[in-house]
């Protein structure tokens, strides 16, 4: 069956721009994870989803970061103007519920000037 | 101090020659311990699970342990198709987040 799907795979954006970044999980997974890799860095916690709430949003890195998701399965992050150092691989996975196998989608890869 | 540490950071093997990766993690209570293959420009592809000490999982020439202190992960006379970046990640319990260690890079030369 069909993977995690994430788009876009590359964002090429301007400091202080705002971007979105999309992640469609597995059919049926309930729960749904958002990470961050930096070159060099391990992958970094950013969010989880179970359904539509997000009990922990503790890894976001500051308020110019934000996610939803709607209908229980797609979910939106957003980046509001941007800095480089927001720049990095931007992971998403979700599992059938909390706790369970994680599968990750291919990233975005974003790269702010 | 980090939670998850992996060693070597970087090893290169001649096909063929089996070796071992290294996961030790310090969180207090483990509620599953993963490892994943990450291949440039891709994500994570999930390899394993193993939720308590003395379980062992294979796939191909991978097989996973775990002990209460680290986790391994033996590839046996690997081929070039398996030079990648192995990940571990440890789940906490009272934690839904997977918590990463940084990574094995791992080459096999023919």
């Known amino acids: 069956g069909a993977g995690v799907s994430q788009s876009p795979s590359n964002k090429v954006t301007e400091k202080g721009k705002d971007v979105e970044l999309r992640c469609d999980p597995i059919?049926?997974?309930?729960?749904l994870y958002w990470y961050r890799q930096s070159l060099g860095q391990g992958l970094e916690f950013l969010i989880y989803?179970?359904?539509?709430?997000?009990?922990?949003k503790s890894g976001l890195p500051s308020d110019r970061f934000s996610a939803e998701r709607t209908g229980g399965s797609v979910s939106t992050l957003t980046i509001q103007r941007t800095q480089q150092e927001d720049s990095a691989v931007y992971l998403c996975?979700?599992?059938?519920?909390?706790?369970?196998?994680?599968?990750f989608g291919p990233g975005t890869r974003l790269l702010v000037l | 101090e980090d939670q998850v540490t992996q060693s070597p950071e970087a090893l290169r093997l001649q096909e063929g020659e089996s070796s071992s990766l290294n996961c030790s993690y310090t969180?207090?209570?483990?509620?599953?311990l993963f490892w994943y293959r990450q291949d440039p420009g891709k994500g994570p592809e999930f390899l394993f699970t193993?939720?308590?000490a003395g379980e062992e999982k294979e796939k191909e020439r991978l097989k996973a342990t775990l002990t209460k202190k680290e986790s391994f992960l033996h590839i046996t006379a690997p081929k070039p198709e398996d030079s990648a970046t192995y990940l571990c990640?440890?789940?906490?319990?009272?934690?839904?987040?997977?918590?990463f260690g940084k990574g094995t890079k791992l080459s096999v030369i023919p």
């Open positions: 996975a979700s599992s059938l519920a909390v706790s369970q196998d994680q599968y």
């Open positions: 059919s049926g997974h309930t729960a």
């Open positions: 989803f179970q359904g539509n709430s997000a009990p922990d």
């Open positions: 969180v207090s209570g483990l509620r599953g």
């Open positions: 193993l939720y308590s």
């Open positions: 990640a440890v789940d906490e319990a009272g934690s839904y987040q997977l918590t």
